[in-house]
């Protein structure tokens, strides 16, 4: 029994609406608006760069500043408050980029970028997760499941529970947080064509990812995230259409 489209089915009834992923046209659940999202990601922001050393290196800082605000043109959000940090920890291999265009590049995943093309792809996926409300998504899936749990288990034993959340997290949750990963690579190569970075350079930094990990990570199934394989196939497969944004 499929939790999330029965509570999403129900929920419509109720007269709750959809959004649409842009250049995907998926249609997702969406129950928390875009000033709730936003007012979210300026506290997670807030919040990042008080707990964090922010980087003073002036060249790191204006090369993130400028790849991102490339990034942000393509993506076509003027009304966002896009802003750059540089977050100083070389130990930590990510980027995020919040609601409402607030980026940090942590200063552990540069060597693996090597260049502003490698820094493209890494910043255009994240901008595609903020695009894509990927966060908002999962909040109003997590509200759709806890009000659908809520229904069909109310009596249950607890060990009935505990099983029907586990078996909820592996069929439905992961394998969600895996299409929201290969949504963002396909709209990430399609932004970073549109800054003028050229999308081939997605494969190489991916296939240094897979790298970098030296193969220490969970099976796909058990996974937020597509395995490397796949995820390298399915953006080799999605570069022709990624190639004709690309006007260098």
């Known amino acids: 029994m499929n939790v999330r489209w029965i509570t999403a089915g129900l929920l419509m009834v109720f007269g709750v609406g959809c959004a649409t ?3 995907t046209n998926r249609k997702q659940l969406s129950l928390v608006s875009e000033e709730q999202e936003n007012q979210l990601g300026l506290q997670a922001y807030a919040d990042v760069k008080a707990k964090n050393k922010i980087s003073n290196d002036a060249r790191l800082n204006e090369m993130v500043t400028r790849v991102g ?28 980029c919040l609601p409402g265009g607030r980026i940090a590049v942590y200063t552990g995943i540069l060597p693996v970028t090597k260049d502003e093309d490698g820094l493209a792809v890494v910043v255009a996926h994240e901008v595609a997760h903020a695009l894509a409300h990927h966060g908002a998504e999962r909040m109003s899936d997590q509200m759709a499941a806890g009000l659908a749990m809520n229904i069909l288990l109310a009596g249950k034993s607890p060990e009935a529970v505990r099983l029907t959340e586990m078996a909820y997290g592996v069929t439905v949750e992961l394998p969600h947080g895996r299409k929201q990963e290969s949504e963002s690579d396909h709209i990430g190569l399609i932004l970073m064509a549109k800054a003028g970075y050229d999308p081939r350079k997605a494969v190489d930094f991916w ?13 796909e199934f058990l996974s937020t995230h597509p395995s490397d394989a796949r995820r390298i196939d399915e953006i080799k497969a999605e570069l022709p259409e990624a190639l004709t944004y690309y006007h260098p």
């Open 21 to 23: 992923v842009p250049y």
């Open 69 to 96: 605000k490339r990034v942000a043109a393509a993506a076509d959000k003027p009304n966002w408050d896009w802003q750059f940090t540089v977050i100083d920890d070389p130990k930590t291999m990510n980027a995020f």
């Open 207 to 219: 296939q240094r990812m897979a790298a970098s990990s030296g193969g220490n990570k969970p099976p």
